[in-house]
């Protein structure tokens, strides 16, 4: 009987349930915003100091990525957060989905 009453409780923790889909939308991911990429050899890497400036491949008013876990998810445009004037954000402006061999496999 016991064996019964372990798999009814288990029927209710399946992946689609309530309680399952509040655990995972509860796991934290780290989210980035890329401004920007640069290559330079080491020598130049090791020459700068404070003020160095490095240009980066993008520019102004060209879309930011926001990368979560890695992964190229959206784009967007960098703002200044209304309540914090000197706090940033980024207003998304377009979601990628994901590469189409994903689904070929």
Same mark, same amino acid.
């Given at each position: 009987? %016991? %064996?019964?009453q372990?798999?009814?409780?288990?029927s209710e923790d399946?992946?689609?349930? =309530?309680? %399952?889909l509040?655990?995972?939308?509860?796991?934290?991911?780290?989210?980035?915003?890329?401004?920007?990429?640069a290559?330079m =050899?080491?020598?130049?890497?090791?020459?700068?100091?404070?003020g160095?400036?490095i240009?980066?491949?993008?520019?102004v008013?060209?879309?930011?990525?926001?990368?979560?876990n890695?992964?190229v998810?959206?784009?967007?445009?960098?703002?200044?957060v209304?309540?914090?004037?000197?706090?940033?954000?980024?207003s998304?402006?377009e979601?990628?989905?994901p590469?189409?061999?994903?689904?070929?496999?």
């Open positions: 009987m %016991n %064996n019964i372990d798999r009814a409780g288990a399946k992946l689609g349930s =309530p309680r %399952n509040d655990s995972i939308l509860r796991i934290p991911v780290q989210i980035q915003v890329v401004l920007g990429n290559t =050899p080491v020598a130049s890497l090791m020459n700068l100091g404070r160095a400036i240009p980066l491949d993008h520019r008013g060209e879309p930011v990525d926001i990368v979560v890695g992964r998810i959206a784009r967007g445009e960098v703002v200044v209304e309540d914090d004037n000197s706090r940033f954000g980024v998304l402006t979601i990628v989905g590469p189409t061999s994903e689904f070929n496999s």
